[in-house]
């Protein structure tokens, strides 16, 4: 099903095709690409106010994802009762701020890359509330990064590293 990539900011350039094909493949290596995913690029300013509002926490972010099937356990696949349910969610990028958070000897775009691929974890019931919870999506996050690293030939890490 679709991929729609939105960039609703203009304070940092994005590269949408190359984001594209690394997300489309790590749908594909999760096992989900027949469902409807968007990814939303937003400035500070977005980001702050919708984790103000859904999180309670008046600071930018670098991700927020908000799945549609709102109940799944870690690594459950949605299960579709109609056409309209092929869904997975929306995942916004806060992309002002994941810039100000590279460090000098990491690229942006791959950062954004493995960013997307946190929030899509998210979308699948993985959290890091607590240590073991943090565990299990650390270890999803590896697996795919390491095949997504095997096809493409890129070396991304998981973004989950140092959350416990």
């Not at 899509?120 to 697996?143: P, R």
């Amino acid at each position: 099903m679709s991929l729609v990539i939105r960039n609703l900011q203009r304070v940092i350039p994005i590269r949408r095709v190359p984001l594209r094909k690394k997300i489309e493949i790590a749908r594909s290596i999760l096992g989900v690409q027949k469902f409807d995913l968007a990814i939303i690029c937003v400035d500070n300013k977005n980001i702050q106010h919708l984790n103000r509002i859904y999180r309670e926490k008046n600071v930018p972010t670098d991700v927020l994802s908000f799945p549609f099937h709102e109940n799944l356990k870690a690594g459950e696949f949605p299960q579709p009762a109609f056409p309209d349910d092929y869904n997975l969610g929306d995942i916004f990028l806060g992309v002002e701020y994941i810039f100000q958070q590279c460090k000098e000897d990491e690229d942006y775009n791959d950062i954004l890359t493995v960013t997307a691929t946190h929030g899509l974890c998210h979308l699948l019931g993985f959290t890091h509330s607590t240590e073991a919870d943090w565990q299990k999506m650390h270890q999803k996050e590896k697996l795919v990064l390491d095949e997504l690293n095997r096809r493409t030939g890129t070396r991304l890490q998981p973004l989950s590293r140092g959350l416990f």
